[in-house]
Structures are given as C-alpha cells and as structure tokens.
C-alpha cells in the first residue's frame, strides 16, 4: 500500500518562498506519477504541478507555471515542490498524490486519476 506524507507548510508574507517535500513508501513499481494538487477556502481541488518519476518530466497548471517548481529525490522516494513569489491567491490545503503504476493523462492533473493521497499540509500567504 502506497503511503505519502507531506511537509513544509506554513506562513509567509507575499513575494515570499515555501518548499514541501512528500515522502512516500510502499511502491511496488517505479514508474509513478506524483503530483501536488491544492484546495483553497471554498474553492474546488486544483492540481499545481506533476511529475512522471520514471524520467522527471514535469507538468505544471498555468496558475503556477514560473514560480513553482516540482522535483524529485528517487533514493529518498521524495517530491519536492518549490514555491516562490507567492501570491495570497496560493492559500489553501496543498496535497500530494500518487498514481502507481502512472497512467496515461497524468498531465491533465485530474485529481480522480490519483488513487493515493497524502494527508495534507497548511500553506497561508498573507498580504
């Protein structure tokens, strides 16, 4: 059973930088898609940025395209993602998931196409 445990959430003013990292365990095969997705008060969950851990191509929503950035450490099984000038607007749960083995549309960044999901970490930009 695949199991993701994010974080690095917290508190920064705008203009400011955050990283998450989502540390993962039980895989069973090593081509995965990992993602990061998002839910804002009151919004709907909107995926940020994807990464197909066989060879690191990465995916990225326009909203954060040029300031965030996904990565990833294959021997510590962990994503990372790095957030700079972050704007009030990024507020909101952030999540990581997995889709093991990855399946084709990953890029859609579609959250049902994930099947595993960590639990959550707070990020808050103030203005």
């Known amino acids: 059973q695949v199991q993701l445990a994010e974080s690095g959430g917290g508190s920064v003013q705008a203009g400011g930088s955050l990283r998450l990292s989502c540390a993962a365990s039980?895989?069973?095969?090593?081509?995965?898609?990992v993602a990061w997705f998002r839910q804002g008060p009151g919004k709907g969950r909107e995926g940020v940025a994807a990464i197909y851990t066989g060879s690191g191509t990465t995916h990225y929503a326009d909203s954060t395209k040029g300031r965030f950035t996904i990565s990833q450490d294959n021997p510590k099984n962990t994503v990372y993602l790095q957030m700079n000038s972050l704007k009030p607007e990024d507020t909101g749960m952030y999540y990581c998931?997995?889709?093991?083995?990855?399946?084709?549309?990953?890029?859609?960044?579609?959250?049902?196409?994930?099947?595993?999901w960590g639990q959550g970490t707070q990020v808050t930009v103030s203005s």
């Open positions: 039980g895989y069973t095969y090593t081509r995965n898609c």
């Open positions: 998931a997995a889709d093991s083995p990855c399946g084709i549309g990953w890029r859609s960044l579609r959250h049902t196409l994930f099947g595993y």
